[in-house]
Nanobody, 129 residues
Framework: EVQLVTSGGGSVQAGGSLTLSCAAS????????ITWFRQVPGKEREGVSC????????YYADSVKGRFTISRDNAKNTVYLQMSSLKPEDTAVYYC??????????????????????WGQGTQVTVSS
């Protein structure tokens, strides 16, 4: 059974930091690109950051560039999202998702949410001003 278990969300004040984790099982993790998405009620789910399966290439949405860092540990089947200098507009439910990219990996995977077969359950991040 494929599982992506997200954790690490919580409530912080603006300027604070959080690290989210996405632990995977049930598929060959190192062959899949992983993306963090976030969603606010009433808005579309948006791609925040993604990391490739092969060389660890990463992409970030402009809104989080310089503040968020994505990384993966294939030995632990886990992807992390380190978030710093958090802003109230970062408040959302954060989801991780996995996709097999057939070797074709680029920033477009931040926008291709409908092509991801595997999703985590989401974790709430709340940033207060």
């Amino acid at each position: 059974e494929v599982q992506l278990v997200t954790s690490g969300g919580g409530s912080v004040q603006a300027g604070g930091s959080l690290t989210l984790s996405c632990a995977a099982s049930g598929f060959t993790f190192e062959n899949y690109a992983i993306t963090w998405f976030r969603q606010v009620p009433g808005k579309e789910r948006e791609g925040v950051s993604c990391i490739s399966s092969s060389d660890g290439s990463t992409y970030y949405a402009d809104s989080v560039k310089g503040r968020f860092t994505i990384s993966r540990d294939n030995a632990k089947n886990t992807v992390y999202l380190q978030m710093s200098s958090l802003k109230p507009e970062d408040t959302a439910v954060y989801y991780c998702a996995a996709v097999y990219t057939w070797g074709r990996y680029d920033s477009s995977w931040l926008r291709r949410k409908h092509e991801y077969p595997y999703w985590g359950q989401g974790t709430q991040v709340t940033v207060s001003s």
